[in-house]
């Protein structure tokens, strides 16, 4: 299989990072529903259905406005197509965040209601990023040029770092872990998702310092400067956790 992976079906070349991205809504919503229907939601259907309403509004402007900073050019390119196409999943979780405070605030809904999307996420951003690795250099979710042995030629005729694999890996190993607290049947209060978005935001940080970005605003990107917002955004949960954390030690 070479990449970008671009197979045809009855003489038409199917988009696989496109087909992957409609099965990641999919199945992440299924996984969703599944999770809904197996554990007691302290939050009432209409109200979650609200929440979902405004994660999805909060995501759909969040990705575009992101993905708009990442390659600022675009905005003047007057390509609309492109436009409406460009966007980036970091942009659509901290955006839906917002929609989702915005909508909780709006319904008064007092509970925390991150925890039973925590896993649906993941799975959904797995899938899509499957379908990053398989399109190669046509989207940019690929590395900078390296020696180093786990490089891969993504299409371009150059050895780079395959990211949207170590991304992948990380993402696996994040599920795992969610899970098995997940599995315990506590309610974390919203505590597994602040978790998963600061392990989440503080992974893509340090991956970025690996991608060829031209548009840098003091040496970092626009996903990092976004990863700084959502780390200072959760900073009294981490101020929280690492007190804890030393108040444990200390006891032991």
């Known amino acids: 299989m070479s990449i970008p992976f671009e197979p045809e079906v009855l003489g038409v070349t199917i988009n696989v990072h496109l087909t992957l991205e409609y099965l990641a809504f999919i199945l992440a919503f299924r996984y969703y529903v599944f999770l809904r229907n197996r554990r007691k939601d302290t939050i009432s259907k209409t109200n979650r259905l609200s929440i979902i309403i405004g994660a999805t509004l909060g995501a759909l402007i969040g990705s575009r406005v992101i993905g708009l900073l990442e390659n600022p050019l675009l905005i003047s390119s007057y390509n609309y197509v492109e436009l409406l196409n460009t966007k980036t999943i970091m942009g659509g979780l901290f955006g839906g965040l917002i929609g989702v405070e915005i909508a909780k605030n709006i319904i008064k809904e007092g509970h925390s209601s991150g925890d ?41 005729g150059v050895q780079r770092h395959p990211i949207t694999l170590y991304e992948l890996v990380f993402l696996l190993l994040l599920f795992i872990i969610v ?27 340090l991956i970025e310092f690996l991608k060829p970005n031209e548009f840098l605003l003091g040496g970092l990107s626009t996903i990092q400067w976004l990863c700084l917002l959502c780390w200072i955004y959760y900073l009294p949960f981490i101020s929280k956790s690492i007190a804890y954390a030393n108040k444990k030690v200390h006891i032991l």
């Not at 959904?124 to 379908?131: A, E, L």
């Not at 597994?192 to 940080?205: N, W």
């Open 179 to 205: 899970k098995y607290y997940f599995n315990q049947k506590v309610n974390y209060k919203g505590k597994l998702f602040k978790l998963f978005m600061i392990l989440y935001f503080g992974f893509r940080f």
């Open 116 to 156: 039973l999307f925590t896993l649906p996420i993941i799975v959904g951003i797995f899938i899509g990023r499957v379908g990053c690795f398989l399109s190669g250099t046509n989207e940019f979710t690929y590395g900078v040029e390296t020696d180093f042995f786990l490089s891969m030629n993504l299409g371009d």
